[in-house]
Each structure stands twice: as C-alpha cells, then as structure tokens.
C-alpha cells in the first residue's frame, strides 16, 4: 500500500468512526500533496472547524460577547468552537502549546462528538504534535516526499451516516495488544485504536465481522507508525523449514481442540505482524533494526524554557492585577469582565449622582501576559588532557563551528569549558560569534592530567550564572574517563573518582540537563557510572567526528 493509499483510506475509515478513532496526525509540509488531502475532508459527516495553535478559551468553550453586551446593556453569551459536534483542524499542530493539548485531550477523551486533524508542518524530528494529542488520534500520516503526481484526487463519496460496528473476535484485543508490546509500544490507548480501526475497516467492507486483513489494515495504521523498536520475531527470523509430503487425510490422527485454537491464535498474529512491519518506512526499519530507537519528539522547537513577562513573547489569556510598573493593561479583557456588572452599576451610580456611562472596578481591571522564551546555551566541557587530547579537541572544535553556525537561526549560545593539569579553565565564554569562537580556540593547548572534577564544577558554575541571565544552559562533557587529579589538585584516582561523582550529584540536583560522551577507544566502565549520577544520557563514540558529534549532542539533549 502507497503512503497516499494509506492517507485516502485514513480518511474513509475517520468517515465510518469520527469520535472512536479521535483523528489523524498528518506529518507533511505545507504544498500542494498536502493541499490535496485536505479537500478530502468532504468524506466526514461532521462539520470542520479550523482552530489556530494560539486560540483563547473564550473560542473554545464560549464567553461573553462583549459587543452584543454593550449594546443591549444585558450580558449576551457566545458560543464556543467545542459547542457543537465537529471535525477540528489545527494547522501548524507542531507549535501547538501544552495548554492547548491538554483541553484538546479532554474534549476527545469526553467523546462529545469531536475528532482532530492535525496538521504537522514540522521540519525537524523534534517538531511535532505534544505527546497527549499524537496518543489519542488513532491514524498516523506521513507524506513527506511524495510527489503531486502520486497523489490522486480523492472522490467525494456523501458523508457516510451512522453505522453500527461490527464485532471482533475474541482473540483480537490480545493480538493487537501482543504486537504492540513487541513494537515497543508503551500506550494502552493503541491497541484499542487499532481494534476500532479495524472495526471501521470491516463495516468499510460491508462486513458484519472483524476479519484477519481488518486487522492486518489497523496494524499497519495505528501500531507501526508508532513503533519504537524492532520486534523480536523479525531480527532474528529462523530459516525455513523443508517442505514434506502432505500425509493422508484418513490416516491422520485428529488433534486435540486445544492444539487447534492455539494454531488460529498464533496464526493472526503472525500476518499482524508481517504488515505493520511492512507499513514501517524503510529508514525506520534500518534505524530500529540497528539498535537505534527514534527519539520521542516533544514538540520543541530549539527554543530555551518559557517564562512569563508581560512585554514581549506568544500572548497567554490576563489575569487580574493592578496597572503601574511594568504591567499593562489589557483593555478589552477588562472591559470583557466589567461588562456584565454595568446595568447593576449605573443604577447605583445614578443613585449617587453618577451619571458615566461605563462603571469599571478595580477588580474587573486585567493586565496582560506573554510567554517569551530563553536563550539556550549549550556548555562544552572537554578533556584536554594526554596524548589523544589534540584529536579530541579538533572534535569538538568542529562540533562547536558546526553548532554555531545554526545558533544564528535559533539564537543559541554556545560556551567551551577545557580541564587539563591541575584544574580547569573557561575558554569560552557564551557567543554567538563565530569569528570569536574560532580566534579561541585556534590555540588550545593540550596534555597533563586529568582533572575531571575540575572540569564538572567549572562547567556547573558556568551553567548557574547562565540560568542567574534568563537562559537555558546545557552541558555535554567530553572525556576519557581516567580522572586522576582530585579537586584540590592533588593527584591521586581515587579521590579524584569521587570528586566527580559528587560534582556529578551536584549537576543532577540542579536540573541541568547533561550528556556524557565517551571519546576514549573503548568504553569506560567508570564513565557510565558518573552518567548515572548526573542522571545524563551516556554516549561512547571513540571515532567521533564534528558531524556525529553536532547530531548527537542535538538529539540526546532536551531544550
């Protein structure tokens, strides 16, 4: 099936189970493919709502319609985008802000009559849909680089009524489920989608019962996309077994029932999982097949952690405050909370004298709020120490060239911590210079201990003045492993191994987030337990270059 059959038949089958199904999580770019599927929206029998990633909760469960209000002088109510029964599509669904998913989830978890399209224009593999969203739509799209010419137009047929679903076997749920355990699938909420996909399948068919290609389509639409990692059965497939004469019929001994019903359980499980193993992209495949899990995206944009101001940033819906300083009034939010008091009001006024035909309180005065976003600032601290230290720091020469170079569009900082000798050294300090960073480091020199302890609390101190400065700091340590020289300069392993593993306790307490790279040419042992002190994720890369170095350090450390 072609990634275009797979998104016409998503579609027809959202048109059978709106509200069972939850939706579709589109994955594409903005073009005309993407443009194509989306006229195919006329085969639901719901009516379409396009909501934005930043829609107040005034559009969406209803408010006060402040012109009606002031016009007649009576509170006058609107109703919201979740009032009625609808199929909700939200573009650009990668910037779609936690709040958001989190009422989002809740009008699809309350089956009130709702189903989401989500459109996902994310470039990167850490722009997507939140989590709580992506769980709860049963359908998942790709179709990225699929040319226009693949893409058929999709026939309209009338909006398919109301119809009962047919049943499943017994045995279906636990297959579903099986197959999603050996897909790595950790949600309980998939196989249940896929078992209602392959119910809307069937009544597609116009059959009154799930069969076994029902649930082989379900599998190859709700589970595979979903997979994170490569199942057992198929990495290591036993080889065929000899062909043998077919013995006679009448000569054969019967079998006991139970050998009977064990042979039909194991038998859908098998085609289940030949086709959700064929619906997984073939990059994807090679990924899982190689030990390498897909990262979860969680819908980050590069960006540093969020803080409220009331200046600049994404608008957040005002609160209640007092005007003067640095708060600022939002006016129609104000006149939004004083408007239903006003007859009340100018009745008590008139009685006083006052004859103002707008009464407002301080109570009803709201101030507004922005969500603006921090620097990210990514701390290098590299071991310069020993004979191998020149190559080491040509690794992370490049790596830092390579990360600067995109810190222009997404406005990152970048720091060098160097440890060698006795203690450790701050080489560079943030920037965003690339002229700066390059002038720096041309001169690093290298050799001496290793005075791992040093480096962990220079590149903490650097990393808490960094986040004193608003920004979002995280360190990736680059080192062999063979601490030798204590914190207070002495030499000794001993004591300078548990330096480490204290700075390290210290850097996990701080909620830094952190990530150590092997660089040595084998794997340390005692590398992997200051890891799983700083509570960071351990990498060994003996050969790494900048390239694998820059992509490493991108998709193991959050922010």
């Known amino acids: ?40 929206h006329g085969l639901l029998p719901l009516p379409l709502r396009k909501i934005h990633p930043n829609v ?61 399209i989500a459109l996902d224009e994310g470039a990167e593999p850490d722009e997507a849909l939140p989590d709580a969203l992506r769980d709860r739509l049963a359908l998942h799209i790709e179709l990225d680089g699929l040319s226009y010419g ?8 009338p909006p398919v009524a109301p119809v009962l679903l047919p049943s499943a076997p017994p045995n279906a749920a636990s297959d579903l489920a099986a197959l999603a355990a050996k897909l790595g699938i950790a949600s309980l909420r998939a196989p249940l989608l896929a078992l209602r996909a392959a119910k809307a399948h069937a009544a597609l068919a116009g059959r009154s019962e799930v069969e076994v290609e029902d649930l082989a389509i379900a599998a190859a639409l709700v589970l595979a996309p979903r997979a994170t990692q490569m199942p057992a059965d198929l990495a290591d497939e036993a080889p065929p077994e000899p062909e043998t004469p077919e013995p006679d019929p009448n000569d054969a001994p019967q079998e006991p029932e139970e050998d009977q019903a064990s042979d039909a359980i194991r038998l859908p499980e098998e085609i289940l999982l030949e ?12 990924r899982l097949a190689a030990g390498r899990a897909p990262r979860a995206a969680h819908g980050a944009s590069g960006t540093g952690a969020g803080k409220t101001g009331n200046r600049r940033g994404r608008p957040l819906p005002s609160r209640p405050g007092r005007p003067g300083g640095t708060a600022r009034v939002d006016l ?72 600067l170079a995109e810190a222009y ?32 480091l041309a001169a690093l020199p290298g050799g001496g201990g ?25 360190l990736a340590v680059l080192t062999d492993g063979r601490a030798n020289i204590a914190l207070d300069g002495s030499a000794g392993r001993q004591q300078a191994g548990d330096d480490a593993a204290q700075l390290a306790r210290v850097i996990r307490a701080s909620g830094v987030p952190s990530l150590v790279i092997d660089t040595g040419a084998r794997p340390q042992p005692a590398l992997q337990s200051l890891a799983s002190e700083m509570g960071a994720p351990y990498l060994p890369m003996p050969r790494a270059d900048a390239a694998r170095l820059s992509t490493a350090v991108a998709a193991a450390c959050p922010g």
């Not at 709201?366 to 720091?393: K, Q």
Request: charged share 25%; with cysteine; glycine share 8%.
């Open 1 to 40: 099936m072609t990634p275009w059959e797979r998104a016409t038949l998503a579609l027809r089958l959202l048109a059978i189970d709106p509200v069972g199904l939850g939706g579709v999580w589109l994955r594409a770019r903005a073009g005309p493919v993407r443009d194509r599927f989306v006229e195919g």
């Open 56 to 116: 107040t909760d005034e559009a969406l469960y209803g408010g006060l319609d402040l012109s009606a209000t002031l016009a007649s002088g009576r509170a006058t109510w609107q109703p919201g985008l979740l009032a009625e029964q609808a199929a909700l599509i939200l573009p650009m669904a990668e910037r779609c802000p936690p709040g958001l998913a989190a009422r989002l989830s809740a009008a699809l978890d309350q089956r009130s009559g709702h189903c989401l």
């Open 150 to 157: 693949n893409a058929e137009a999709i026939i309209e047929d």
């Open 275 to 286: 086709a959700a193993a064929a619906a997984l992209p073939r990059d994807l495949l090679e």
């Open 332 to 403: 129609v939010a104000t006149l939004r909370t004083a408007a239903p008091w006003q007859p009340l009001r100018r009745r008590e006024a008139a009685a006083r004298g006052d004859t103002r035909p707008l009464q407002v309180r301080g109570a009803d005065v709201r101030v507004r709020r922005h969500l603006e976003r921090s620097d990210r600032l990514l701390i290098f601290v590299v071991d310069a120490s020993g004979s191998a230290a020149m190559a080491r720091l040509a690794e992370a020469k490049g790596a830092v060239e390579l990360l």
């Open 409 to 440: 569009a997404r406005r990152d900082h970048v720091a060098l911590v160097a440890f060698r000798g006795t203690g450790a050294e701050v080489l560079l300090p943030p920037t965003r210079s690339l002229v700066q960073t390059k002038r720096r």
């Open 450 to 474: 290793t005075p791992l302890a040093s480096g962990l609390a220079a590149g903490a101190e650097l990393a808490r003045s960094a986040t004193g400065r608003g920004m979002t700091p995280t």
